[in-house]
C-alpha cells in the first residue's frame, strides 16, 4: 500500500484522454502541477514515546516488532479518504503514531494493553489501514504519546469442514484469508472495494460488506464468534449457531472500531468454492423503474451474489469509461454456486429484471464491472492528479424512502460544490430496503480540505434529516462521529460510553473515534 | 391461558389407553389423585404495595388498569414450565406479583417506571406469560414489592406495503399480529410453540424461534427496529436495514428479557401471505445418517420452510401416538411461498435428503406434525394428570460437535432421572450447526420438583461442558442464570452489568433475572 495514494504503484491508472476532455470542458480542470513531497522528504511530528516506554513494549513483543522509525510511521499514519491523501501532500510535519507496535498473539496484546494503561499512552490498532472515515488515525487524545497496534502478524488458520466454520486471525489480509480458504476448497466471499488490503479484523471491527452481499451476506452476518482482548480482559464470544442466551454481545464488538477492545480472530461462517458463474446485466429506463425491480429481487428471493444498479450519471460515465454512449440505468448481476443452484437463481432474477422493464445487455457489462472491481480507488488518484477531487460516501434506508434520501443528498451535495458530478449506486440490497453509495467528482480548487469537509458535513445532515444511515459499511472513525447521537440517541451514546468505561477503563483504546 | 395448567380448558387432552399402559409398563405410574386446589382456593401471599403506591400508578394509567385484586395477580404469578405448573398445585400462599399494572402507551410506562423508581417498586414485564424459564416471575429483589407490567394494551400496527416492514405494538399476540397482517394480505411466520399466547415483545425480548425458523429466520431476525423505554429514557434503535454505525444495540435488547427497558414496538420485516404449500415427510435409518442429511440441506441452500427432524426415542413416540409401529428417525419439512419457489426448494430438499438415505414417506407425516404443532404443552398436563413428569430443555452447537452434545444431555438425564424417556429433535437449523431440543417424560416421584431441579442442573452442566449454548429460544429468566457466566464470561456479565445501570441505575426492572 503506498502511503500518499491507494494500492500498489504498479497499477496505478491513467485518464484517457476523453476523459480528461470531459474534466476540463465540465469542472474546468486539468493536470495540476503539485508540488507533493517525496516519500523521504514527508515529515512527521517527533515521536514522544519515551525510551522507557519503548523498553517496556519491546520488553513484551520483543525490540524487532517496536518501532519509532519514520519510515514505519509513515504507512500507519491513518487511512485512505480523500481528505487523507491530501493532507498527506501538504509540506507541515504530519501527524503520526509514535510507534509502531506488532504484537504476536493473544498474551502479547494483553500486555501492551497493560502497559499503554499503566505509562499512558494510546493504542490504535490497525489492520490494512484502508479507513475511509478516519478510524486508524493517530489521536493521541489525553495521552502523552499513541501506537500503533499492527495486527499483521495475527495469522490463525483453522477450518471445520463439517460445520463449515473457519477460525482466522485479524491479522490476515482478504486475499491472504481466500487463499488459505481456496487451499481447502472453500470461500469466504468477501469482496469489499477494500478487499487487496483490508485485513480480516478490520471488516469486523467496522461492519464492512462486500460486492457479494447479497449473497453471501455482509461480514457481520458471516461471523459466529470473536475474540476479543481489552483492558479488562478477554472475550471469546459466540457460543452456538443460534441461541437465546441474552444479548448478543456479539454484535457490540462488530462494528466497535477498536474503542472496546482488539479483535484477535474471528470465526466465520465458509462456503465451498462456487463451481459455476453466471452473469448478466440488464439496462433499465430510469432510476425509479430499475430500483422497483431490484427491490423486487431482493424481496422475492431470488438471490442472485451480486446485485447493483446505477443511477443514470453513474451508468453515462461507466459507458463513457469503455467509450460507450447511451442513456439509462445499469443493473449488474452475478451468480455463483452449483450450476443447478446458479441456473435457478439467474431464471428467477431474469424473470423478475424483465417484468420490471429491465432489458437484457448480456454477460459483457457484468463481467466488465467484475473486473474492474477493485480499481475506483486507482481511478481517484489519477483524477486528484488531474485537478479532480474524487469521494465517495453511502447510506442505507428502506425502500420507501430511497428516492426522497437519494434526492436529498444529491441536493445537498450539488449545492455546496457547484458544478460537479454526483452519481449513485445501489450497492447492497435488503427485502426491507437498500444501501445508495455516491461518488462525487468537483473541482479540487483553491482549498480543497475545506471544500470537501463542507459537502461532507452537507451530506450528512441531509442524510439524518432524511431517515439515513450516517454509514452503511464505513463505519465511524472520526468523519461521521458527529452523527452518531442522532444515530443512536444520547440514551444509546451512554450506552456506549458505558460499556466503553468498563471494558477500557483508562480510555487508552482507539481515542475519539467511534463514541462522541 | 389457564393459571395452573396450558391453554385453553377445551383444548385439553387426554391420553389414550395405549399410552396409560405405556406409562404404566415402562415408568410405572398412573392417574395420580393429586390434592391441587382449585382456582378459588389458591392462597397468594399478601399484596405489599402500599394505598400511596396504587394512588400514584393509577395516577398515570387510570384506576381500571392497577389491580390488587387475587383474581388479576394469580394470572400473573409466573410462566409455564413444569416446575411453575407443580408449584402452583401447593396449598401454600403462592409468590405473585402485588398488583397488574396496564399502562396504554410509551408515555405511561415512561411515567410507571419513574414513580417505581422513586417508590421502590420492582416491575416485571409481563406479555403472554409462557416463559418457562421463570422470566417473569414476581420477584421482588430488594424492594418491597413488586408489579406486572402488563403490556396487553400496546396494539401497535402500521405496516409499509413496499418496504415490507410492520410495526407492531410489544403486546399483540402472536395470533392477532398474524390476523392483522393477513387482512393486508401478509405474514410475519413465527410460530413458536407459545404461538397461540405470547406476545410480539416477549418474541423479542427473548430471542424466541419459530418452527419455520429455516425459512423465515429466527424472530430476531426479522427484527428491524425496536422502540425501547427504560428508567433513563427511550431509545429507537434500527435506522436502516443494515448499517456499520457502530455496534448493533438493537442485539442488546434482543434477548434483554426487560432487564434493560421495557419493549413497546417492534418493527419487522413481513411477507406476503404464501400462495402455496408443500409437505413432505422422510424416514432415516438412524440420527447420525438423517442429521448429516439435513445439515446437508442448510449447506446447500435448499432452504425449506420447516426442516425438524427427530431422533430414535421421538420417533418411537411420534409413531405410537399415532397408534403406528416402526423404527428409524423422522424428518418433516414443510414449504411455503410461490409456487414456483415452493417447488423449486421442495425438489432441492427431497434430492439432498434421498442423497442421504432418507425415504419418503409422502405428506401425511409432514402434515400431521403441522396440525400437532402447538399441542405438546397439552399433552404435558395430560401426562401430569397421570403421574408423569414432562419437561423439555434445548440447546445448539456446531454440525461437528452436535451428536457428543447430545449423547452427554441424554446421559446427565438419564443418570439423574432413572427409568425415563429422553427424546430429541433438531428443531432449526443453520449452515453451521442446529439446535437440539429434548424432551422428557419420567415418573413425579415423591418429590417432582426436587427430581427435576437436580436433572436440569446435571443437563446445564453437560451442555455448557460440552459446548453447547444454556439456551437456543427459551431464553435465560431464573432458571439458566447460573450458567450466564459461562456462557458470556465473567468479562460479558460485566458489561451486561454496566448496560443495566445505565438504562436502570435502581435495579428496578425485572430483578434477578438473566444478569448473574
Redesign the interface.
Known amino acids: 500500500m503506498k502511503w500518499d495514494a491507494w494500492g500498489e504503484p504498479a497499477l496505478a491508472t491513467r485518464l484517457s484522454d476523453d476523459i480528461k476532455a470531459l474534466l476540463l470542458n465540465v469542472l474546468g480542470v486539468s493536470a495540476a502541477d503539485v508540488d507533493a513531497p517525496a516519500r523521504d522528504d514527508v515529515r512527521l511530528r517527533d515521536s514522544t514515546l519515551t525510551a522507557a516506554d519503548e523498553h517496556a513494549l519491546a520488553g513484551v513483543v520483543g525490540a524487532d516488532y517496536v518501532s519509532t522509525r519514520d519510515a514505519d510511521r509513515l504507512p500507519h499514519a491513518g487511512g485512505k479518504s480523500t481528505l487523507d491523501l491530501l493532507r498527506r501532500k501538504g509540506r507541515e510535519p504530519q501527524d503520526a503514531p509514535d510507534a509502531v507496535v506488532m504484537p504476536g498473539n493473544d498474551a502479547e496484546i494483553t500486555a501492551v494493553l497493560h502497559i499503554c494503561t499503566e505509562r499512558g499512552i494510546a493504542a490504535v490498532p490497525f489492520g490494512g489501514g484502508t479507513s475511509v472515515v478516519g478510524g486508524v488515525d493517530p489521536v493521541r487524545g489525553r495521552f502523552h504519546a499513541v501506537v500503533a497496534l499492527d495486527l499483521c502478524r495475527l495469522r490463525r488458520f483453522e477450518l ?1 469442514e ?4 473457519a477460525t482466522l486471525g485479524a491479522g490476515l489480509p482478504g486475499p491472504r484469508a481466500e487463499e488459505l480458504l481456496a487451499g481447502r476448497g472453500y470461500e469466504l466471499g468477501h469482496y469489499p472495494q477494500s478487499f487487496r488490503f483490508a485485513t480480516i479484523g478490520g471488516f469486523a471491527a ?4 462486500g460486492q457479494a452481499s447479497s449473497g453471501y451476506g ?1 461480514f ?1 452476518e458471516m461471523v ?1 464468534g470473536l475474540q476479543v482482548v ?1 483492558p ?6 459466540g ?19 477498536g474503542v472496546f477492545g482488539v479483535i484477535t480472530a474471528v470465526r466465520l ?1 465458509v ?1 465451498p468454492t462456487p463451481a459455476a458463474r453466471q452473469y448478466e446485466a440488464w439496462m433499465f429506463p430510469d432510476f425509479a423503474t430499475g430500483s422497483a425491480g431490484v ?1 423486487a429481487v431482493a ?3 431470488a438471490a442472485p451474489t451480486v446485485l447493483r444498479f446505477s443511477d443514470e450519471a453513474e451508468t453515462g460515465i461507466t459507458l463513457a469509461l469503455a467509450g460507450q454512449t447511451g442513456s439509462g440505468c445499469l443493473a449488474v448481476a452475478a451468480f455463483e ?2 450450476p ?2 446458479v441456473a ?1 437463481r439467474h431464471d ?1 432474477t431474469r424473470a423478475v429484471l424483465t417484468n420490471a422493464g429491465g432489458v437484457s445487455l448480456g454477460a459483457d457489462p457484468a463481467e466488465a464491472w467484475e473486473r474492474g472491481r477493485f480499481d475506483a480507488p486507482y481511478l481517484r488518484d489519477a483524477l486528484l492528479a488531474n485537478g479532480a477531487l474524487c469521494e465517495t460516501l453511502e ?7 430511497l428516492a426522497a434520501l437519494k434526492d436529498a443528498v444529491t441536493q445537498a451535495l450539488q449545492a455546496t460544490l457547484g458544478t460537479s458530478l454526483v452519481m449513485c449506486h445501489i450497492s ?1 440490497v ?6 445508495l453509495y455516491f461518488t462525487v467528482v468537483t473541482a479540487l480548487g483553491d482549498d480543497p480540505i475545506d471544500r470537501w469537509t463542507a459537502a461532507k458535513r452537507a451530506a450528512g445532515e441531509a442524510i439524518t434529516a432524511h ?10 472513525g472520526i468523519d ?1 462521529r458527529p ?2 447521537a442522532q ?6 451514546v ?3 460510553r ?2 466503553k ?3 477500557d477503563p483508562a480510555g487508552i483504546l482507539n481515542p475519539d473515534k ?2 462522541p
Chains 1, 2 share one sequence.
Do not use: C
Open positions: 471445520d463439517v460445520s463449515l466454520e467496522t461492519r464492512s460488506s455482509r457481520d459466529t481489552t479488562a480482559g478477554v472475550l471469546d464470544l457460543r452456538a449457531p443460534g441461541s437465546a442466551a441474552g444479548p448478543d454481545l456479539r454484535e457490540l464488538f462488530l462494528g466497535s472500531e461462517r462456503h427491490r424481496q422475492e428471493g454456486g452449483s443447478a443452484h435457478a428467477a447510506t442505507a434506508t428502506t425502500w420507501a424512502n447492497h435488503y427485502p426491507t430496503g437498500a444501501s431517515k439515513g444511515t450516517i454509514t452503511h459499511h464505513h463505519a465511524v461521521h452523527w452518531m444515530e443512536v440517541g444520547e440514551l444509546g451512554r450506552v456506549l458505558a460499556v468505561q468498563t471494558l467511534l463514541i
